[in-house]
């Protein structure tokens, strides 16, 4: 697209249609203005079939307020709506919608609390709520769901990994296999949730990080090809990368030509004052080779080298790795727990699609309506108890036992301080037999966790840095059972809510429900 073009499609239009169609119908109906709040959450974690995620990575939001503080609807985006017509060649929007919108189609009416990026999130929970003029908070929908929903699914899936790979460097290789502009918003949400790196340059320009990759086989194929070997290839590389020589040693024999390869040029290296980073490893069994090259380069004097993995890995083949090591390794001679330790990954396709479960069912829906000064609830209802809503104006908790272990996030009307009482009551969402009670004495702390961003518009808050998000998500997993973060069937985490919030949800089920068998 050419820039006119981009700024047309991700601009203010950036939104579904219907969205706009009910921004009209709520201008005529004298409704466009009255103050609303949606809510932000998603029903269910990941499941990626063989295995399913216990946890999520908040992701998104600092995107999405730039894009809102970036974008009004411009001229040529109402011209373009006013030329737009029905089968019956009437218009379908009208010029007094078109006049409201030329003068109030932005964000600067919009209040937005949530929960901060890096954090630990459960379904059910709001992680945005937003609160303002009824037209504009529903065309904000579509944006906010592309915005925070792959994001928080990508920094999900990068946590997962990270855990599996043990903490171990992680680099973001995705931009070759991700969807056109995806690319960025993946390779942030990967850096969030679990990534140190990613091959990325240009966003790593955009958050100030030092973007990290390897060589290229094109290298070793071309120096070949013209009549060179792969120990030239190598030697070429590391003669202009000196200070950061880390060999992709699978072209051509990866045990046989590209780790001894490798070694002839480390001694090189290290006999001019230079340190080695370590081989990459992209086919093959991985947990064999990586045994049989430790074994290379330890005898050569290089047991604290990188070795690093690549090729379609995500949580499951990177715990199925460290396993077969852990039982081979010793077998060989080989330190299994320092050659975990050495271990690096560059993690592509399967994190940057979220392989196995390709969107995060996040989804925003109305709950409160304000009226004369005060909030009236709004609930809609399913055959499926799990998704009725949660109505009215609400605020969530973290409780931590004395463990310092989450134990719970409940959530509760606005005016509700659980801190304040002596016993928590806590209603399962949706299964009326379900609930459970907390004493005082087994809380060791309960946390707030929305936060204002932006209040009529205006940012109210100190965004935080990568850094700082990935401090939120260290010490957040650390206060997670182990159970919840089990790769496979993991611990259900409770989501609860308060006895007001059941006992107003119950009031609006049972009225709405009389309501339909009158009419």
């Given at each position: 697209?050419?820039?006119?073009?981009?700024?047309?499609?991700?601009?203010?239009?950036?939104?579904?249609?219907?969205?706009?169609?009910?921004?009209?119908?709520?201008?005529?109906?004298?409704?466009?203005?009255?103050?609303?709040?949606?809510?932000?959450?998603?029903?269910?974690?990941?499941?990626?079939?063989?295995?399913?995620?216990?946890?999520?990575?908040?992701?998104?939001?600092?995107?999405?307020?730039?894009?809102?503080?970036?974008?009004?609807?411009?001229?040529?985006?109402?011209?373009?709506?006013?030329?737009?017509?029905?089968?019956?060649?009437?218009?379908?929007?009208?010029?007094?919608?078109?006049?409201?919108?030329?003068?109030?189609?932005?964000?600067?009416?919009?209040?937005?609390?949530?929960?901060?990026?890096?954090?630990?999130?459960?379904?059910?929970?709001?992680?945005?709520?937003?609160?303002?003029?009824?037209?504009?908070?529903?065309?904000?929908?579509?944006?906010?769901?592309?915005?925070?929903?792959?994001?928080?699914?990508?920094?999900?899936?990068?946590?997962?990994?990270?855990?599996?790979?043990?903490?171990?460097?992680?680099?973001?290789?995705?931009?070759?296999?991700?969807?056109?502009?995806?690319?960025?918003a993946g390779a942030r949400a990967a850096l969030i949730g679990g990534a140190d790196f990613t091959s990325n340059t240009g966003l790593s320009?955009?958050?100030?990080?030092?973007?990290?990759?390897?060589?290229?086989?094109?290298?070793?194929?071309?120096?070949?090809?013209?009549?060179?070997?792969?120990?030239?290839?190598?030697?070429?590389?590391?003669?202009?990368?000196?200070?950061?020589?880390?060999?992709?040693?699978?072209?051509?024999?990866?045990?046989?030509?590209?780790?001894?390869?490798?070694?002839?040029v480390f001694e090189k290296l290290r006999k001019k004052g230079h340190k080695p980073l370590g081989i990459r490893l992209d086919s093959g069994?991985?947990?064999?080779?990586?045994?049989?090259?430790?074994?290379?380069?330890?005898?050569?004097?290089?047991?604290?080298?990188?070795?690093?993995?690549?090729?379609?890995?995500?949580?499951?083949?990177?715990?199925?790795?460290?396993?077969?090591?852990?039982?081979?390794?010793?077998?060989?001679?080989?330190?299994?727990?320092?050659l975990i330790k050495r271990l690096g990954y560059g993690v592509g396709t399967r994190l940057i699609t979220s392989a196995g479960n390709a969107?995060?069912?996040?989804?925003?829906?109305?709950?409160?309506?304000?009226?004369?000064?005060?909030?009236?609830?709004?609930?809609?209802?399913?055959?499926?108890?799990?998704?009725?809503?949660?109505?009215?104006?609400?605020?969530?908790?973290?409780?931590?036992?004395?463990?310092?272990?989450?134990?719970?996030?409940?959530?509760?009307?606005?005016?509700?301080?659980?801190?304040?009482?002596?016993?928590?009551?806590?209603?399962?969402?949706?299964?009326?037999?379900?609930?459970?009670?907390?004493?005082?004495?087994?809380?060791?702390?309960?946390?707030?966790?929305?936060?204002?961003?932006?209040?009529?518009?205006?940012?109210?808050?100190?965004?935080?840095?990568?850094?700082?998000?990935?401090?939120?998500?260290?010490?957040?997993?650390?206060?997670?059972?182990?159970?919840?973060?089990?790769?496979?069937?993991?611990?259900?985490?409770?989501?609860?809510?308060?006895?007001?919030?059941?006992?107003?949800?119950?009031?609006?089920?049972?009225?709405?429900?009389?309501?339909?068998?009158?009419?």
């Open positions: 697209m050419k820039p006119q073009q981009k700024k047309l499609a991700e601009g203010s239009l950036f939104t579904d249609f219907y969205q706009l169609t009910m921004a009209q119908l709520y201008l005529r109906n004298k409704l466009a203005e009255k103050t609303v709040q949606f809510d932000y959450f998603f029903r269910n974690y990941p499941d990626y079939d063989s295995h399913q995620a216990g946890y999520c990575i908040n992701a998104g939001m600092q995107w999405l307020l730039d894009w809102m503080q970036d974008n009004r609807f411009t001229k040529k985006d109402i011209d373009f709506l006013r030329q737009l017509s029905t089968p019956a060649g009437n218009r379908i929007f009208y010029d007094d919608f078109l006049g409201w919108l030329a003068k109030n189609g932005n964000f600067d009416a919009i209040t937005i609390t949530a929960i901060p990026e890096g954090r630990v999130v459960h379904p059910g929970v709001p992680l945005a709520i937003v609160r303002g003029p009824f037209a504009m908070a529903q065309i904000l929908e579509s944006a906010l769901l592309n915005h925070l929903n792959y994001q928080t699914l990508i920094a999900t899936r990068a946590a997962r990994i990270r855990e599996a790979g043990r903490g171990g460097l992680m680099i973001e290789f995705g931009m070759r296999r991700a969807q056109a502009d995806g690319a960025n320009a955009v958050l100030n990080l030092p973007p990290k990759g390897t060589h290229a086989h094109s290298m070793v194929q071309a120096f070949i090809a013209l009549g060179m070997t792969e120990l030239d290839a190598f030697q070429a590389y590391a003669d202009l990368y000196p200070d950061s020589c880390l060999l992709v040693v699978d072209t051509i024999d990866t045990l046989n030509s590209g780790v001894p390869n490798a070694v002839k069994d991985l947990a064999y080779l990586a045994i049989q090259s430790a074994k290379m380069l330890n005898e050569a004097g290089f047991d604290d080298t990188i070795i690093f993995l690549s090729n379609q890995l995500d949580e499951m083949v990177i715990w199925q790795i460290i396993t077969q090591i852990q039982k081979q390794a010793p077998i060989d001679g080989i330190d299994a727990d320092h969107a995060l069912d996040g989804i925003y829906k109305l709950t409160a309506v304000r009226n004369q000064n005060k909030w009236l609830p709004a609930i809609k209802l399913s055959e499926t108890p799990a998704k009725i809503l949660n109505p009215g104006y609400k605020n969530a908790w973290r409780i931590y036992d004395n463990r310092q272990k989450a134990t719970a996030d409940l959530i509760t009307l606005g005016e509700e301080d659980p801190r304040r009482l002596d016993v928590l009551n806590l209603h399962h969402p949706s299964e009326p037999q379900t609930s459970r009670t907390l004493d005082k004495s087994e809380i060791s702390q309960i946390e707030p966790l929305l936060v204002d961003f932006i209040k009529e518009g205006k940012l109210v808050c100190d965004l935080p840095s990568i850094d700082q998000m990935r401090k939120l998500r260290d010490t957040d997993l650390e206060h997670l059972n182990s159970g919840v973060k089990r790769l496979v069937n993991p611990h259900r985490y409770h989501v609860s809510v308060s006895n007001k919030l059941w006992n107003l949800k119950q009031r609006l089920i049972n009225s709405r429900k009389k309501g339909v068998q009158k009419g």
